[in-house]
């Protein structure tokens, strides 16, 4: 999924927004007061892999409480954006945060920003990710406008670090498979609804129409059709109509606004 230009992002359901691409309102230079930005990982794994872009938005806010709902996550805090992150728990697990020139970030709790005196540092059991701040998960910060060190880093050189780091972990991998199973069982039950409502369509209600030769037009196109194929496309219709229920019945909650 591609969001662009939102104002606020809920993920709420399990896999809300699983490895979706998301930018926050642009700020224009001429713009007289800030635009915000809102993203709030509330469901499990609601914004897995996904990458988020504040957009140069003048303050962003990303809340995140579901169970790793930002694991594997990729965020962008452009300047002049000011980013306050709050992390619950496991919610930001592998998540990957650049701040650049120009922009900064307030941390909650306060112990996972590299600039902060009581640093937590890297973790003692995988040194590529930071250690826990009281209970909680860190996630990886830098940029030019987090630490010193990063002074030289492009965002460019920091995406490929980013992904080919998110990309090699088995949480990634487990999401592929997880997709895939997931992608299989829909088309079974696609399959055996369409089946069952095949068996039980009764066409005999349908009413006759008359044999007259009729133009239809869809969009620019403009067909020949005789009353012999009505039947046929109402049938179409009416399985087009149904998979697209059930698509839409099991997707996972994403509000947008």
């Known amino acids: 999924a591609k969001i662009v230009g939102a104002g606020m992002v809920y993920g709420y359901g399990f896999n809300a927004a699983n490895s979706a691409t998301i930018a926050g309102p642009y700020q224009k230079k001429t713009d007289k007061k800030d635009k915000t930005f ?33 694991v594997g996550a990729r965020v962008k805090c452009i300047g002049p954006s000011v980013c306050t992150v709050t ?3 496991n919610a930001c697990k592998m998540a990957d945060i650049f ?66 780091q998110w990309y090699s972990t088995s949480e990634y991998m487990e999401m592929l498979e ?16 369409v089946n069952a409502f095949e068996d039980n369509l009764d066409l005999s209600i349908v009413p006759e129409f008359e044999q007259d030769e009729q133009l239809m037009v869809v969009g620019h196109t403009v067909s020949s059709i005789t009353g012999s194929s009505d039947n046929n496309m109402l049938q179409s219709n009416l399985l087009t109509a149904l998979i697209v229920f059930i698509m839409t019945s099991v997707g996972s909650l994403c509000y947008i606004a």
């Open 178 to 193: 997880a997709a895939e199973i997931a992608e299989q069982s829909l088309d079974a039950m696609i399959a055996d609804k």
């Open 87 to 89: 992390c619950k728990m």
């Open 99 to 164: 701040v650049d020139r120009g922009a900064s970030i307030v941390m909650d709790p306060v112990q996972c920003d590299p600039r902060d005196p009581n640093f937590v540092g890297q973790s003692k059991k995988d040194p590529k990710y930071p250690a826990k701040a009281l209970g909680v998960n860190c996630p990886i910060i830098r940029g030019p406008g987090a630490r010193l060190e990063d002074a030289d880093l492009t965002v460019e050189e920091w995406e490929k670090q980013a992904d080919a």
């Open 38 to 70: 809102e993203v709030r990982g509330l469901g499990m794994n609601s914004f897995m892999g996904a990458k988020i872009n504040t957009n140069g938005a003048g303050a962003t806010t990303i809340l995140a409480y579901g169970f790793k709902a930002l």
